[in-house]
Structure formats: C-alpha cells, structure tokens
C-alpha cells in the first residue's frame, strides 16, 4: 500500500506574502513531524495537504494523487485542524456519525465504525454527550475518531496538543503512535516534546522553508558537544542570555544552573552536557535567524 | 449519501429554536388573517339583493367613469392618496394645482364643479351612510359620466397631467388604468360568478387562493431566517475546515441543506392547509358541491413553493458569500418592495416575488389570468434553482481557496 507523501518545489502566496517557499519533502509510513515556530507556514503546508488551500506552485501527490484532484484525495485523507470543533448540540455519536456520512460511508459501516471509534479515543461512554459539553481533551480525542473514521491512508494534525493538561497530552500522543502503525501520520506542531515522543522522522519549517529534514537524532547530532551547564549567580543571568543561547535556567536562591548552547566551552567551571531536541531545535532556529540577520 | 445527509439536517432544523419561531409566526400570521370561516361570499346569489359585490372591469368607459369618480372625490377633500415608496403619502395641493386639476375633471366631464358636486350629494343621498354597509354601496356605485366627445386616449392624456401634478404612485397612472377598476355586480354576473366557483373552484379552489394570498405575504421573508441560520451554522461551530476536507461534494453538501430547508420551510404549510381547507370542504358540502380536497395542495405547490424556494436559495446565496446576517436586510426590502409594488390586490401578477389575489372569488377572472401567474411562479422556480447553483460555485470556491470570497474582495478593495 503506498502511503507516501511527496511535496516538490511547493510554494504558495497570499498576496505578497510567501508563505511556503519551494518546499521539498518525502514523507513515509508512520509518524512525521513538522517543527516550527508560529507563522512557519506548517498550517498552511497542511491545508495544501487536505486540498483547501490551492498551492501557488510545485507538485504534490499524495499516494500517487496529485493534490488537484480534490475528490480522490479527500478519500484518502483524514484532518484534524488546529481548532476542531462540531455543531455544540449533537452528541458524540451523533456528530462522528454526521462526519461518517460526509465521507460516504454506509449506513451499514457507520454502525460498525462509529462505537468502534469512540471506544478507541477513550469515548465509549460518552455516546450522548454534547460536544458543547466536552473538555478541550475529549473535543481532540473525537477529533482523531473523525479523522480516522474512514480509514484513510493519510492523517494530518495540526497543532493536536496545544491547551491539553500533561495527562491528556501523553494519553494523545500514545493515540497518535496507535494510529500511525499502518499509515502515514504528520504531526504539525510547535511543542518541540510532541515531536521528541512520538517521532523518528521530522522537518523544521521556518518562515516558509525546510531548514532541516531528517531523524531526529540527525537533528540532536547537529547541536552535539555544543550544550553546557554552568553555575552563576542571579545577579549574572542578563549578561548570560546577552551572550549565549540560553536553553534552561534553574533557579536555586541568588544562584542558578544555566544550560547553554555555545560552540567552544563557554567559561572554565562549563559543564558539557548531553543536547535533547529542544536544544537541537533552539540551535537550529538561532542560526537560521543569525543567516537572515546576515543576508 | 444525499438522503442521509438530507434526513440528518431535517432533524437538525426540527432541534433549532428559529423553526419554531417560524412555525408560530407564520401560524399567527394565517390564523390572524382567515381566522375566521368566510363563507357569505360563497352563497348563491339571491335576485334583489341590495348588492351583489364588485367585478373587476377593463371597458374603457367604466374605467373613465370610476377614475373620474376617484379623482373628484379626492379633489373635493384636496387629499390625494399616492403610495410612491409602497407606502401611504397623502398630498395636498396648493389653489393653482388644484384648479388645474378641476379644470381637468370639467374638460373632461363637460361640466362644471358645482354640477358634479350636486350629483355626487344626490347620489349618496340614496344611501344610508351611517351604517358601513350604506357607506360602501354608496362608494362602489358612484361614477362620473365623462362627456361623449372625450376618447380614451384623451383621457389617458389628461391623466398623464393629473399624475404630474400630484406625483408619483397616484390612482391615475398608467398601471392603475390597466388595472381596471371594481364595478357592481348584475344579478346575471352574480350567477355567472357563483356557477364559476362551483363548477371550476370547486369551492375549495377559491379560498385556497385567498390563502395562498396571505400565506404568500409571510412566507416572502420568514424562510430567510431559516437559510441564514443553517449558513452560519458552520461558521459559528468552526466545522468549515473538517466539512471541506470530506469526500461529499458540493452538491450533496449544500443540496441536502437546502432541500432539508425547503421540506421543513414547506410543512407547517402542509398543516395549516390539512386544518384549513377542512371548514371549506364542509361548507362545499353543504352546497351540493364536490369540493376539490386537492385544491389547497396543488395551489401550495404551484403558488408558494417557487417563492420558499427563491427566499431561501438567496439567502444561502448571499450568506455564502458574505458570511453575515445582510441577506436577511436584503430580502426584507425585496418583500416590502413586491408587496406594494403590485397595482391591484387582485392579479397583475407580473414578476412580482409576492403574488397577489385578496378575493374570495372572481373565479371568471382569475381563470384568465391563470397562465401569468404560471409564468411568473415558473420564472421563480428557474431562478431558484439558478442561484443555488451560483452558491454551489461559491461554496466550491472558499473550499478550494481556503478563505472566503468575501473576505478576499474585501482585502483587495482595501
């Protein structure tokens, strides 16, 4: 089954503005995760994705299915969009039901998948209650139902875990990792740990360009030999973050530990210390930044 | 999937409070207009009877006559009646404007003012006007003779002049000459009417236009609420993004909405006729007649579908576009506009949006017309069905373009 995703040269304008700029892209079975800060164009490479938004320029086939033909991707695309919602007066079931229908599924299907569905976000219970009356968590989880309703191929998420209490965030992602065993899952988002649970292969996009694409110890490779700790006082911190990338401050009364990213040992007394994605990321986007900064 | 989908949003709209509104508005509305069971203009006609009711006439020297009559009554109280705007604006003319019109009315009688004054008083001494039934015989017989030389066109010249004085929306344009204009029945005209309602009306087929009369009036602007909740339903909830990126096509999306709109805006009037036509089916009955217990249906169908349809198709369609609330201030001024646009309370059909026929009768009449207002409900079917395929062109737009039109129209227009 081809599940593969391949975005060549993609650009898209509004307006003036270049939101994506040719942006090349291979994306396999399982998890993916696109990293960026807001404004990198992620929602906007996702919404070309799920053909609603047209692209500007490039090509982009989706299991073989170039983007424009709208009517058969859809058929092989799930989305959950960054703010997904559902008419407030329906029922879990009955608004999972709604969208099961939307994707031309059978009455017969429906009655299978739907409770198959909702026992599988952990809603099995909730059959009758008023999406109006759910926490941000259970909205999201019924949104990854409705998204994978239809078995497709292809899932999109945008932003899933954003305003989820640390609980709901960790029991999403395990969902995520469940559903992406047999497909192609994207993970758009700017929480660098989503990504760093729940991904092997990613791309940081940022103002509308790949500035990375690979695994994510590729990324942690990049940063490698390059983080420290140090111990100085409070009284020192501005002058710290003024000349070093400070990546964590741990405060402990007028002293503080500071994780810092520098290309040669900062100060006598710096501590080397083992990078995570977070650092790998802050890394990245610095130099990125000090490239544009230059040009 | 369009079944489904179409049974899905009738139990939506059964779930939202604007329905109901709708279903009591538009119940109050007909209750508060045929509330009441008329039946004393469904009785056959008695020789002697003091009057026999009014029959539309276009004979040129009828319609002279009673325009005439008008003209003098009004010019005698210096009030003229115009409805420039589709509403009522009495005009009253200085001494110069005023004498031009009574020089009008002697040129055209050939008499002089205080003579008609003195026939109009020795008319309406033969009646009772104290009591309203006196009143009106006394209206509805009055005519003025116009002199024997004067042609039609004459006429029609000198009201051209009378218009120009007064303004806009006067008794004595063009329209309302064409109009024709109510004389009293004969006896003979009574009979004729009354075999013409049971023959051809079947009882029941007269007042169901009288219903569709009233029905139609409501129903101009009550169904746009009822379009622009279900458009904004969307937008309101923020399910646009998760209904585009599904496998259903524009026409299963926005035509089962629609169609769902439609039955649901369609069945308190299916009710109302059920309860309403049953007294009339009696009465029938109780003539020796066979009503026609179709006649409330096929007139519903014909009548105020096209115009449920045409409300709502604009209201998807301008609500589409703008994703706001201004179709509903659209629609208001279209209704208002049609509603007083028309020339009589009885036919004229033309394109007018609301059709009008406030009589219980004039079946002979109506029968003539009957093909205009086939013509004009067929154009409002067409249209309808034109603009929902302009919101199925709109719909498709903002799913592909990943915002609405409006909002891009706006942008650039900045």
């Known amino acids: ?40 164009g992620k929602t906007t490479l996702m919404k070309v994705l799920t053909t609603l938004t047209r692209k500007s320029g490039g090509d982009v086939l989706l299991c073989g ?16 969009p960054q703010d997904f919602s559902m008419y407030g007066n329906m029922g ?26 909702l026992e599988k976000v952990n809603l099995g219970d909730q059959h009758k209650t008023k999406i109006r009356a759910m926490s941000g968590g259970m909205k999201r989880r019924l949104g990854i139902a409705q998204a994978i309703i239809h078995d497709p191929k292809i899932i999109v998420v945008d932003e899933p875990t954003a305003g989820l209490d640390p609980e709901e965030r960790v029991r999403f992602r395990n969902l995520l990792c469940e559903i992406a065993r047999d497909r192609t899952v994207i993970l758009s988002t700017h929480i660098v740990g989503d990504i760093e649970a729940t991904c092997e292969n990613i791309a940081v996009l940022n103002h509308g360009e790949i500035l990375f694409r690979g695994t994510v110890s590729g990324l942690l490779e990049g940063v490698r030999g390059k983080v420290y700790t140090m111990e100085v006082s409070t009284m020192e911190l501005p002058l710290v973050k003024e000349q070093f990338l400070v990546t964590g401050i741990l405060t402990s009364g007028s002293a503080a530990t500071v994780k810092i990213i520098a290309e040669e040992s900062p100060v006598k007394g710096a501590v080397a210390a083992s990078p995570d994605v977070e650092d790998a990321y802050m890394y990245l986007m610095n130099h990125a930044s000090a490239g544009r900064g230059r040009e | 999937m369009f079944g489904t989908l179409f049974l899905k949003e009738c139990r939506q709209i059964l779930k939202s409070m604007v329905y109901y509104l709708y279903v009591v508005l538009f119940v109050m509305f007909l209750s508060s207009q045929m509330g009441e069971v008329i039946t004393e203009r469904l009785e056959r006609p008695e020789p002697g009877q003091e009057s026999y009711g009014t029959v539309n006439s276009h004979e040129e020297s009828a319609v002279m006559e009673k325009i005439l009559a008008g003209l003098m009554m009004e010019t005698e109280r210096n009030t003229y009646a115009t409805y420039p705007m589709g509403f009522y604006r009495g005009v009253t003319l200085n001494d110069t404007e005023r004498n031009e019109i009574i020089s009008i009315l002697e040129e055209c009688t050939g008499k002089s003012l205080e003579e008609l004054e003195r026939e109009e008083q020795e008319h309406y001494e033969k009646y009772d006007s104290s009591t309203m039934e006196g009143a009106i015989q006394a209206q509805t017989g009055y005519s003025v003779v116009p002199r024997e030389s004067l042609t039609y066109e004459e006429f029609c010249e000198h009201m051209e002049r009378v218009c120009e004085i007064i303004g806009a929306g006067s008794s004595y344009s063009r329209e309302e000459l064409e109009a024709g204009v109510g004389v009293p029945m004969t006896y003979e005209q009574a009979v004729e009417e009354f075999e013409a309602l049971c023959e051809k009306d079947r009882v029941t087929g007269a007042t169901a236009r009288l219903f569709c009369d009233y029905a139609g009036i409501i129903l101009a602007v009550l169904p746009i609420f009822l379009g622009v909740t279900r458009c904004l339903r969307d937008k309101r909830a923020q399910v646009n993004q998760v209904v ?3 496998r259903a096509s524009v026409v299963q999306i926005v035509g089962s909405r629609y169609l769902a709109n439609v039955c649901m805006a369609f069945l308190p009037v299916l009710i109302t006729i059920f309860v309403m036509q049953m007294p009339y089916q009696y009465h029938a009955k109780t003539m020796g007649v066979t009503p026609d217990t179709l006649a409330f249906l096929k007139y519903s169908v014909i009548w105020l579908l096209p115009e449920i349809m045409t409300v709502l198709a604009l209201s998807f369609l301008i609500t589409e576009f ?13 209704a208002i506009g049609s509603l007083f646009a028309s020339a009589t309370l009885a036919g004229n059909f033309g394109f007018h949006l609301i059709v009008r026929w406030n009589a219980l009768g004039d079946t002979g009449e109506f029968w003539s017309q009957r093909q205009e207002l086939f013509l004009n409900r067929g154009y409002y079917f067409i249209l309808a069905v034109l603009l929902l395929c302009l919101t199925f062109v709109i719909y498709e737009k903002k799913r592909r373009e990943g915002e609405t039109v409006y909002g891009k129209i706006f942008k650039r227009g900045k």
Request: glycine share 10%; charged share 25%.
């Open chain 1, 92 to 117: 879990a079931y009955e608004g999972l039901d709604y969208l099961a229908v939307l994707s031309g599924m059978s009455k017969k299907e429906r009655a299978k998948k739907v409770p198959e569905m």
């Open chain 2, 244 to 246: 585009y990126a599904r």
């Open chain 1, 1 to 40: 089954m081809d599940t593969r995703i391949e975005i060549r040269n993609l650009s898209k304008n509004f307006g003036r503005k270049q939101a994506l700029k040719q942006v090349n892209l291979e994306i396999g079975p399982g998890m993916f995760g696109l990293l960026g800060p807001n404004g990198a």
């Open chain 2, 322 to 334: 703008t994703e706001n609330v201004i179709s509903i201030f659209v629609q208001v001024f279209w």
């Open chain 1, 65 to 80: 299915i170039p983007v424009e033909q709208c009517g058969r991707v859809r058929e092989i695309i799930g989305y959950l």
